[in-house]
């Protein structure tokens, strides 16, 4: 796991631009995803939560039918960190 630091505004938005439908909301990094049926949502929080379990780093998952809501942030530090950036950049390959 990366270092715990938080990452400034500019560094943020830096970082933020490398990402595809990522925004930030409430603090929180956060991305939609779009699934034809529960069930896709569903798999897709499986094969999250595997990826997030091995970075030891623990999205906010939302589940409604066909989207999944992702909430990234670095509690321990305050805000958003390199961590975060780092599993959504993992979520996407996914």
Known sequence: MAEMTRLSGDEISERLSALAGWRVQDGKLTKDFQFGDFMGGVDFVNRVARIAEAEGHHPDLCITWGRV????????????????????SLIDQL
């Not at 992702?70 to 961590?83: E, I, K, M, P, R």
């Open 69 to 88: 809501t992702v909430q990234l942030t670095s509690h321990a530090a305050g805000g958003l960190t390199d961590n975060d950036f780092k599993l959504a």
